[in-house]
């Protein structure tokens, strides 16, 4: 019992293992989204579940539950165990007698668990640390960014909302449009549409006004929001590189003064 003890212990909570598990888990779900439904791929299905479940329960066991739950990387991880307990009984459910929303929302909590691989990204809590400080540093330039959205596309719904109703009929629409022009997607077709629906001469300045727009929020816009989130992502390594330049800095002023202080001895020994 000791040694079936030790050998659970030592494969759930081997991270190697359960990598691996959630490799197959993946390849699994990959082939039954594509349609393959061989049982042995529904019984593969279920056994990862199992064994996540198995794991979650080790840990808690081996570390305590309050420890267990205390850990972030560990409550992400049980909170989608939890999840996708469901999909266990999937086997048992007749698709034909269950509304197509319940399979939909089953087959989603069995893929969600392929996020569990996170856990095993190299320097993954430097990456999370380094997202957090960016998007709080650079929130004022979001938000900025998401004012402008919202105001060109208020704009441009009471421009071209009856011109180009696929584009600009409601300002939800309006705002989505101009945001596919900011982040340079398809941009083109939206200014081509409007002049083909108007006059030359609207269209020409339609179609010079959109690239102003672009050359304005999507070109040099997105790159000052592009470099604010980056320089504040690597920032933590910025504040690493300084304190070593200061630390040189401070040697090099002692052995400045160690040399200094020798040369001031040695001065009068030679008169």
């Not at 939206?190 to 020409?204: F, K, Y």
């Not at 959109?210 to 910025?238: P, Q, T």
Request: one cysteine or more.
């Amino acid at each position: 019992m000791n040694n079936m003890k030790r050998f659970l212990n030592k494969t759930l909570l081997n991270d190697h293992f359960i990598l691996l598990v959630i490799l197959i888990n993946s390849i699994v779900i990959y082939l039954q989204e594509s349609g393959i439904n061989h049982p042995l791929l529904l019984g593969l299905d279920c056994a990862g579940t199992f064994i996540f479940l198995l794991e979650m329960i080790a840990k808690q066991v081996h570390f305590g539950f309050k420890s267990y739950w205390r850990d972030g990387w560990n409550r992400m991880d049980g909170v989608l165990v939890i999840l996708s307990l469901p999909t266990l009984v999937v086997p048992f459910l007749d698709v034909t007698t269950y509304h197509f929303s319940v399979i939909l929302i089953l087959r989603l909590l069995r893929v969600i668990r392929v996020l569990r691989v996170l856990h095993f990204f190299p320097n993954v809590v430097q990456i999370g640390a380094g997202l957090k400080r960016a998007l709080r540093d650079s929130g004022v330039v979001l938000l900025s960014f998401g004012v402008l959205l919202i105001l060109f596309g208020l704009i441009n719904c009471s421009l071209y909302r009856e011109v180009a109703p696929m584009y600009f009929g409601t300002p939800l629409r309006s705002i989505y449009s101009i945001f596919r022009v900011f982040t340079v997607e398809g941009w083109y077709e939206i200014p081509d549409a409007i002049a083909a629906a108007t006059s030359p001469l609207i269209g020409r300045i339609t179609q010079f006004y959109f690239c102003a727009l672009l050359a304005a929020f999507g070109i040099l816009g997105l790159s000052f929001i592009n470099s604010v989130f980056v320089d504040a992502m690597v920032a933590d390594n910025n504040d690493d590189i300084k304190e070593q330049l200061e630390r040189i800095e401070q040697r090099q002023e002692r052995i400045e003064q160690h040399l200094a202080q020798l040369a001031g001895k040695s001065a009068p020994d030679k008169e």
